[in-house]
Nanobody, 124 residues
Framework: QVQLLESGGGLVQAGASLRLSCAAS????????MGWFRQAPGKEREFVGC????????KYEDSVKGRFTISRDNAKNTVYLQMNSLKPEDTAVYYC?????????????????WGQGTQVTVSS
């Protein structure tokens, strides 16, 4: 079992930045690829980005490319999502997820463990 706990969400104005953190416990963090997903009210959960075990591969959803950055610190068992130039359409609950597959995946069903989520609200 892997437990994931997101933090860092909040209410910000458009154009601001936030950094989300996801702390993992329970198993060897470096064995897991990590992903970030989000779910806005009335919408399905969508892929935001993901990072491989060694951070050698990172992928992003098109709408966040150039604004969001995913990183990880395996020594601290933590993955981060730096969000810059936030827009109202980024408003959602953000979830981190862990998966044992090789490299990365944009498919939510491939991830084995999920956090409870953290709310990000961007006002215009």
């Amino acid at each position: 079992q892997v437990q994931l706990l997101e933090s860092g969400g909040g209410l910000v104005q458009a154009g601001a930045s936030l950094r989300l953190s996801c702390a993992a416990s329970g198993r060897t963090f470096s064995n897991y690829a990590m992903g970030w997903f989000r779910q806005a009210p009335g919408k399905e959960r969508e892929f935001v980005g993901c990072i491989s075990r060694s951070a050698g591969t990172v992928k992003y959803e098109d709408s966040v490319k150039g604004r969001f950055t995913i990183s990880r610190d395996n020594a601290k068992n933590t993955v981060y999502l730096q969000m810059n130039s936030l827009k109202p359409e980024d408003t959602a609950v953000y979830y981190c997820a862990a998966g044992t597959f090789a490299i990365v995946s944009q498919r939510a069903e491939r991830y084995d463990y999920w956090g409870q989520g953290t709310q990000v609200t961007v006002s215009s």
